[in-house]
């Protein structure tokens, strides 16, 4: 997985100049376990029948000449993928290159950007066009990467695997971490003004 300022964002050292319209959070870190548990449902809600590939093709000697060792080399290998794609997802809590998303900070959102602020000097800035998409539930916005472009990929059967299995990246920003219901209110305002939630009239629609 590639480093979020790699993807676009940029460390900035420097202080920020002051915007008033700016959205300020709490400060807020992400515990790593639960940022495995949300990767994993995500990877897995939609890649769940690329493990019926490898259960089906080892069980079809099975059909043709019934055996328990194809049965079983069929489970095996299926048990095999699941646990090396779900330790990938998971190996990206451990990297260092993705530890940005795991340190104690506030956001500071605005029409321009998304600041990770450290403190009042040290930070990093995302601009909106690095953002994929945007989910919510009940608690919580998910603000989706967009993953590397072609040019950044290694070429041939390198590339197709880095662009298949890859391991989604996103910022978690619970409701609680907002100041104000005026502010999640304004948040809701900036994200439907990017199109990344749907307007009230499209829910009527």
């Given at each position: 997985?590639?480093?979020?300022?790699?993807?676009?964002?940029?460390?900035?050292?420097?202080?920020?100049?002051?915007?008033?319209?700016?959205?300020?959070?709490?400060?807020?870190?992400?515990?790593?376990?639960?940022?495995?548990?949300?990767?994993?449902?995500?990877?897995?809600?939609?890649?769940?029948?690329?493990?019926?590939?490898?259960l089906v093709l080892f069980s079809l000697?099975?059909?043709?000449?019934?055996?328990?060792?194809?049965?079983?080399?069929?489970?095996?290998?299926?048990?095999l993928y699941v646990l090396v794609r779900?330790?990938?997802?998971?190996?990206?809590?451990?990297?260092?290159?993705?530890?940005?998303?795991?340190?104690?900070?506030?956001?500071?959102?605005?029409?321009?950007?998304?600041?990770?602020?450290?403190?009042?000097?040290?930070?990093?800035?995302?601009?909106?066009?690095?953002?994929?998409?945007?989910?919510?539930?009940?608690?919580?916005?998910?603000?989706?990467?967009?993953?590397?472009?072609?040019?950044?990929?290694?070429?041939?059967?390198?590339?197709?695997?880095?662009?298949?299995?890859?391991?989604?990246?996103?910022?978690?920003?619970?409701?609680?971490?907002?100041?104000?219901?005026?502010?999640?209110?304004?948040?809701?305002?900036?994200?439907?003004?990017?199109?990344?939630?749907?307007?009230?009239?499209?829910?009527?629609?």
């Amino acid at each position: 997985m590639q480093q979020p300022n790699q993807r676009g964002g940029q460390r900035v050292t420097q202080q920020q100049p002051f915007n008033p319209l700016a959205i300020r959070t709490k400060k807020n870190q992400v515990d790593k376990n639960d940022y495995a548990k949300i990767a994993l449902l995500q990877v897995w809600k939609k890649e769940w029948w690329r493990a019926l590939i490898p259960l089906v093709l080892f069980s079809l000697p099975a059909a043709i000449a019934f055996s328990w060792w194809w049965v079983a080399a069929a489970v095996l290998v299926t048990v095999l993928y699941v646990l090396v794609r779900s330790a990938q997802v998971m190996g990206v809590t451990q990297m260092e290159q993705s530890s940005v998303l795991f340190e104690r900070v506030n956001y500071e959102i605005d029409q321009r950007q998304i600041l990770l602020k450290r403190n009042d000097r040290e930070c990093m800035a995302l601009q909106w066009d690095m953002i994929d998409r945007v989910t919510q539930n009940k608690d919580s916005y998910f603000m989706y990467l967009k993953g590397p472009s072609a040019d950044q990929l290694p070429g041939g059967f390198k590339g197709w695997l880095a662009k298949t299995f890859n391991v989604p990246v996103f910022l978690h920003l619970p409701f609680r971490i907002f100041n104000s219901p005026n502010d999640l209110k304004l948040m809701d305002s900036l994200l439907r003004r990017k199109n990344f939630i749907p307007t009230e009239a499209s829910k009527v629609a």
